[in-house]
T-cell receptor
Framework: SAVISQKPSRDICQRGTSLTIQCQVDSQVTMMFWYRQQPGQSLTLIATANQGSEATYESGFVIDKFPISRPNLTFSTLTVSNMSPEDSSIYLC??????????????FGPGTRLTVL | SQKIEQNSEALNIQEGKTATLTCNYTNYSPAYLQWYRQDPGRGPVFLLLIRENEKEKRKERLKVTFDTTLKQSLFHITASQPADSATYLCALETSGTYKYIFGTGTRLKVLA
């Protein structure tokens, strides 16, 4: 298993500003994921961040809006840029086993609750 | 397009009864399906994984079934307890890789 922490746990931001969310894992993992969970909605995968390569973004998400860093095997950041109220959501990071297969369990962080005014 | 449906309405049951949650999907043939528990203000926690060639999987008081013909998974909690109250999410593997699509979840409340 993996223990994941996120910072900040919550924030209230002004429109047009940017927020960087940090994700720290207690063990080295290859694959990290960033999700968004809007109120009453399911988790939506934003991107996959593997150490040593560029993040891979899902349809509807772009690097300019959600730049991701993955400097080492235990840490990643997600920046929400030029925020609007529509970005208000919970942002979650997760990690999975290294097989890269569907049988891997995902472990999630506690999430960052973002409110954009 | 791929679609996953879980009952969006909350499910209230009496303590000691069996809770049954449903996950239906369309336009999809996942090889794996997972169930997660999510408590308010926390990230999802993995509970069970079931493969397409497995009809049923059990873990303590939990049981999951996977009917690929009906395109449905059922999640059962037997002898339910108030501590089982949470939102339960199903997630389906996509593209034969690590990527999962999550349902919206069903909120379960077990009444003492």
């Amino acid at each position: 298993s993996a223990v994941i922490s996120q910072k900040p746990s919550r924030d209230i931001c002004q429109r047009g500003t940017s927020l960087t969310i940090q994700c720290q894992v207690d063990s080295q993992v290859t694959m990290m994921f960033w999700y968004r969970q809007q109120p009453g909605q399911s988790l939506t995968l934003i991107a996959t961040a593997n150490q040593g390569s560029e993040a891979t973004y899902e349809s509807g998400f772009v690097i300019d809006k959600f730049p991701i860093s993955r400097p080492n095997l235990t840490f990643s950041t997600l920046t929400v840029s030029n925020m609007s109220p529509e970005d208000s959501s919970i942002y979650l990071c997760s990690v999975a086993g290294d097989s890269g297969r569907g049988t891997d369990t995902q472990y999630f962080g506690p999430g960052t609750r973002l409110t954009v005014l | 397009s791929q679609k996953i449906e879980q009952n969006s309405e909350a499910l209230n049951i009496q303590e000691g009864k069996t809770a049954t949650l449903t996950c239906n999907y369309t336009n999809y043939s996942p090889a794996y399906l997972q169930w997660y528990r999510q408590d308010p203000g926390r990230g999802p926690v993995f509970l069970l994984l079931i493969r397409e060639n497995e009809k049923e999987k059990r873990k303590e008081r939990l049981k999951v079934t996977f009917d690929t013909t009906l395109k449905q998974s059922l999640f059962h909690i037997t002898a339910s307890q108030p501590a089982d109250s949470a939102t339960y999410l199903c997630a389906l593997e996509t593209s034969g890789t690590y990527k999962y699509i999550f349902g919206t979840g069903t909120r379960l409340k077990v009444l003492a």
